[in-house]
């Protein structure tokens, strides 16, 4: 059993202070409202999720895990900062989205609880945000069942990267609040991809996600190089 949380007590507080801005489409988090569609259609591209049992790791207030949940999904999202789950829970009431819930529990251990449970377990923009992404990682290859599917998204590490995924999102373009990452715990793509292959994970798709500022545009490409998503299956 796991006795501590894998989490930054700073990084819960971050994202609680927001709380109650994530589903504004204006507010800081408006890039994941944008990121979310592409996300989305490559995830139910690979993995058709209607009627699919998943699990969202680190679902914030739910922007992945109701979208999951429209496609037919029954979702479960889970996250260790109480006031983003209290506004995911209460914009499922409001918008009146069938088949998902929220519960406030560590990845590691839901894994104790319910291994081998999940068809598809989504972990986006959650593993820089944490202490050990390797135990995470490990968490979701116990969490899905043999043969499920696993993604992961988050940060590459290089000078690019840093450029621009902090100095021009938080700095200059004042996409992010200032704060929202920090360079050292950024991930690289082989990094992220070895602690997948050590918890029994194969790498099956990778996707980049790049950004225009002067047209506010994402789109997913095959550069990895800032932004980037891995697609894992369980053995």
């Not at 801005?21 to 944008?34: A, I, K």
Request: charged fraction near 25%.
């Amino acid at each position: 059993m796991h006795s501590t949380e894998n989490a930054d007590p700073a990084e819960l507080a971050k994202f609680s202070d927001l709380a109650h801005r994530w589903w504004d489409t204006e507010s800081e988090f408006r890039p994941l409202h944008q990121i979310n569609p592409l996300r989305l259609a490559w995830i139910d591209d690979l993995v058709p999720l209607k009627g699919k049992k998943v699990l969202d790791i680190g679902c914030g207030g739910g922007i992945l895990a109701d979208s999951m949940a429209r496609k037919g999904a029954e979702v479960l999202g889970i996250d260790l900062a109480t006031k983003a789950l209290r506004v995911a829970q209460l914009h499922a009431l409001e918008a009146q989205t069938e088949g998902v819930t929220y519960r406030e529990v560590s990845a590691e251990k839901l894994a104790d609880e319910q291994p081998a449970s999940f068809d598809v377990v989504t972990c986006m923009e959650m593993l820089e945000h944490v202490p050990d992404p390797a135990s995470v990682v490990r968490a979701c290859a116990t969490l899905v069942k043999p043969g499920g599917r696993v993604f992961f998204s988050t940060i590459n590490r290089n000078p690019k990267a840093f450029l621009f995924a902090i100095v021009g999102a938080e700095y200059v373009l004042n996409l992010l609040p200032r704060g929202t990452h920090e360079f050292a715990k950024f991930i690289k793509p082989s990094e992220l991809a070895a602690y997948a292959r050590a918890a029994g994970l194969d790498l099956q798709h990778t996707r980049g996600m790049e950004y225009n500022p002067l047209t506010r545009h994402y789109w997913l490409s095959a550069n990895t190089s800032v932004n980037y998503m891995l697609a894992m299956q369980k053995a």
